[in-house]
């Protein structure tokens, strides 16, 4: 099975900080790769797909990269909407699975 | 506007069973893969199943194969989950998912998820 590592765990930013999130997968999984944002008591939503699309309504804030074994979520000007966990996963056949979650808190 | 509704969560007993369900609206369901994806409390999200648009193809985490069996019912708009020898660390949140696609597969989208507990 294919493992995914997101580091860090946790991070402390503030209002309009630059924020970049990584994920590494134990194999490549060339671009099958999303990024999911939860907000606590809510349902995950998908921000980025295939490594890099952004899906339909997300802010341009959000932009992911990467391909193969490393990926990053980067959030250009973090907004008070934007703290939640963030979880990466891959869709390389299956098993699926995510990585731990990155919480992102207020400083 | 898209509506998947789970139900059929609650509290059963170690090796007793349990079926979920799912009520899909407000797109075409027998197009979309579905998926379930559950979350322990207070821990990570964990993918559960896929199933085809048509049901004909299958697939299971490790953690559940064997144990739980994915079904849909497109004359019905539901996606079901049926789970049988349940163990104390199948307690989560259960959500329903629709497939998107865009060159990959992703979670397109969610329910509000319910919970299962797994207690004697």
């Known amino acids: 099975d294919i493992q995914m590592t997101q580091s860090p765990s946790s991070l402390s930013a503030s209002v309009g900080d630059r924020v970049t999130i990584t994920c590494r997968a134990s194999?490549?999984?060339?671009?099958?790769l999303s990024w999911y944002q939860q907000q606590p008591g809510k349902a995950p939503k998908v921000l980025i797909s295939?490594?890099?699309r952004l899906q339909s309504g997300v802010p341009s804030r959000f932009s992911g990269s990467g391909s193969g074994t490393d990926f990053t979520l980067t959030i250009s000007s973090l907004q008070p909407e934007d703290f939640a966990t963030y979880y990466c996963q891959h869709s390389l056949g299956s098993p699926w699975t995510f990585g731990q979650g990155t919480k992102v808190e207020i400083k | 506007e898209v509506q998947l509704v789970e139900s059929g969560g609650g509290l059963v007993q170690p090796g007793g069973s349990l079926r979920l369900s799912c009520a899909a609206s407000g797109f075409t369901f027998t197009t979309y893969w579905m998926s379930w994806v559950r979350q322990a409390p207070g821990k990570g999200l964990e993918w559960v199943a896929n199933i085809k648009e048509d049901g004909s193809d299958t697939y299971y985490g490790d953690s559940v194969k064997g144990r739980f069996t994915i079904s849909r019912d497109n004359a019905k708009n539901s996606l079901y989950l049926q789970m049988n020898s349940l163990r104390a660390e199948d307690t989560a949140v259960y959500y329903c998912a629709a497939l998107g696609h865009s060159s990959v597969w992703f979670l397109d989208y969610w329910g509000q998820g319910t919970l299962v507990t797994v207690s004697s």
């Open positions: 194999q490549s999984i060339t671009n099958c």
């Open positions: 295939a490594a890099s």
